[in-house]
């Protein structure tokens, strides 16, 4: 007999099912940021109690972790059997008060659920190793944004922003900001995909690559360096 279902990962979870769907709270302590592993995804909710909760499959729950190590909540999916780990299979809920950062490793969707009001906000993938394409899904109203990718996440960011920082070191990450009303932005851009804003003052920065800068409007100030064939586009 061959077995061919989990591409050379005959490990335990790849012989039994998933299991009945069930949902659980995770018990951990204060956190300001969250660090998402592959096969996870993400919905968060802003609210005056910290709660995490995960709904998975009941027999691979085991896999299935949350812990805060220096602050920092790491949700993590262990299973080692690829066509278990890359079905979704598992999302997790957090409701915080204050979250400063998101670093995400998955394929599957960082969401929000109703507008993150955090003051200072930092979203990154791809920075310390090479990780899925997953996406950020947000709708957010905070002071300063920051967005940092050195792979091929794909960001649709709705909302207000003062200061939003975009920053793509390589590959072919996206980043939608048409609905995303924000008043400056700098932007370091080395991705073959497009950056698009919607910026009402000033826009500074770097083109350094094939992606192109796209302006859904006219900012009184543009100040862009293009080293390559990256565009200035104004739609």
């Not at 077995?3 to 951990?28: H, I, Q, R, W």
């Not at 299979?89 to 915080?96: E, G, H, I, N």
């Not at 922003?161 to 390589?170: C, M, Q, W």
């Amino acid at each position: 007999m061959v077995l061919t279902s989990c591409n050379n990962d005959l490990t335990p979870e790849c012989f039994e099912k998933m299991g009945a769907v069930v949902t659980y709270d995770a018990k951990v302590p204060d956190f300001s940021a969250i660090n998402l592993s592959l096969g996870i995804e993400l919905v968060i909710t802003e609210g005056p109690v910290q709660k995490v909760s995960i709904q998975t499959g009941n027999n691979i729950k085991q896999y299935i972790s949350a812990e805060v190590k220096e602050g920092k909540l790491y949700l993590t999916n262990a299973v080692s059997c690829n066509w278990v780990r890359d079905y979704k299979s598992t999302t997790v809920y957090v409701t915080t008060p204050h979250l400063e950062q998101i670093y995400s490793a998955s394929q599957f969707a960082v969401k929000s659920n109703g507008v993150l009001t955090f003051p200072s906000l930092s979203l990154q993938s791809g920075i310390f190793s090479e990780t899925a394409s997953g996406t950020f899904e947000l709708d957010v109203n905070c002071q300063n944004l920051s967005v940092d990718d050195n792979q091929a996440c794909y960001y649709v960011i709705n909302g207000v922003v003062e200061n939003l920082a975009v920053s793509f070191y390589s590959g072919d990450a996206r980043f939608d900001g048409s609905n995303l009303i924000a008043q400056k932005l700098r932007v370091f851009h080395r991705s073959t995909n497009d950056i698009i804003a919607n910026v009402q003052q000033e826009v500074t920065g770097t083109l350094y690559g094939t992606g192109n800068l796209v302006l859904k409007n006219h900012p009184p100030v543009v100040t862009v360096n293009r080293i390559y064939t990256g565009q200035v586009v104004y739609e």
